[in-house]
């Protein structure tokens, strides 16, 4: 069965410091697609990034960076030198066209402290 | 231009109430969703529309009626609310069903509407 575990209910971190987010995912599907997405305490869902599992790079966007890592089935979202607006729940995600839906996993709450 | 539109923002009402949320989007999407994101931010599916025709519905209560008069909007109608169906609904929508390349989400999202029953 398809499923996105996220373990980590809640991490805090002091400012500056970095942080990873882990994610794994169940899926007997060689083509699937994962994401992650950010909640604000405004409540909007924020998209961030999106993985093809035939893409081959890992991606870096400014502060933040993804590793895919299929083998172990885990896509990790680090955050380097943290700040205080990263404060957010963060989901990973996962979609199967088989499926045509996406499953969020439980989110994990990311405290950034001043 | 707001894509996907929710309303109301705040709903609050009385148990035994019926009540709707209505959804659009402008983006010309054929598909469109209901999530119920609960108190422990859990974001679960309920519902995927196609061109107006119903493709997923998950197991949801009766109560919980979709309706899609156009590929543009999908409301959600709730009978009899019960103090459990307090949550933040969100609307979504999507270019298709179906992914392929490409590097953006494949879900537009809604603010939300956030559902209290008393």
Redesign the interface.
């Known amino acids: 069965a398809q499923k996105v575990t996220q373990a980590q209910t809640e991490i805090s971190v002091v400012e500056k410091e970095d942080v990873t987010l882990d994610c794994v995912y169940e899926t007997r599907d060689t083509t699937y697609y994962l994401f992650w997405y950010k909640q604000p305490p405004s409540g909007e869902l924020v998209f961030l990034i999106r993985r093809n599992s035939f893409d081959e790079q890992n991606e870096i966007s400014g502060r933040y960076s993804w590793n895919f890592q299929k083998s172990t089935s885990s896509f990790n979202f680090t955050i380097t030198a943290s700040q205080v607006v990263d404060s957010a729940v963060y989901f990973c995600a996962l979609f199967m066209n088989r499926d045509d839906k996406i499953i969020f996993g439980k989110g994990t709450r990311l405290h950034i402290l001043p | 231009d707001t894509a996907v539109s929710q309303t109301p923002k705040y709903l609050v009402t009385q148990m035994g109430n019926d009540k709707s949320i209505k959804c659009e989007q402008n983006l010309g999407h054929d598909?469109m969703?209901w999530y119920k994101q609960d108190s422990?931010?859990?974001?679960?599916?309920m519902f995927?529309y196609?061109n107006k025709e119903l493709?997923?519905n998950e197991t949801v209560p009766n109560r919980f009626s979709p309706k899609s008069p156009d590929k543009a909007h999908l409301n959600l109608h709730i009978n009899s609310l019960e103090l459990g169906d307090s949550a933040?609904y969100?609307c979504a929508s999507s270019p298709s069903?179906?992914?392929g390349?490409?590097?953006?989400?494949?879900?537009h999202?809604g603010?939300?509407t956030?559902l209290t029953v008393t």
């Open positions: 598909t969703y422990k931010k859990f974001l679960k599916i995927s196609n493709i997923i933040v969100f069903a179906r992914l390349t490409g590097k953006r989400s494949p879900l999202f603010n939300g956030r």
